[in-house]
């Protein structure tokens, strides 16, 4: 019998898992954009009702901006 000519045992090739595919939710994107309308046209409204407030609206919309971009880096870098 010669070795040759036997059948070798195939094994599979080995698939390593893919991460999920990360898309956006149609209703979480719809949620955020709602959101983020009715605080930017409260605040809005706020500022023309009370002029007084544009300051402290402004200083806080600052620093709110500021903490959102660190906050979208941040999850951006660990989604990889």
């Not at 000519?5 to 949620?31: F, G, K």
């Not at 709602?34 to 002029?51: E, K, Q, T």
Request: hydrophobic share 55%; aromatic share 4%; with cysteine.
């Amino acid at each position: 019998m010669s070795t040759a000519t036997d059948p070798q045992p195939q094994t599979p090739p080995q698939q390593t898992p893919q991460p999920p595919q990360s898309a956006v939710d149609p209703l979480m994107a719809l949620c955020l954009v709602l959101v983020v309308f009715l605080v930017l046209g409260g605040a809005g409204y706020v500022c023309v009702v009370h002029p007084v407030l544009i300051a402290p609206i402004g200083a806080v919309a600052g620093v709110a901006a500021a903490l959102a971009a660190a906050f979208a880096v941040v999850i951006a870098f660990r989604r990889r």
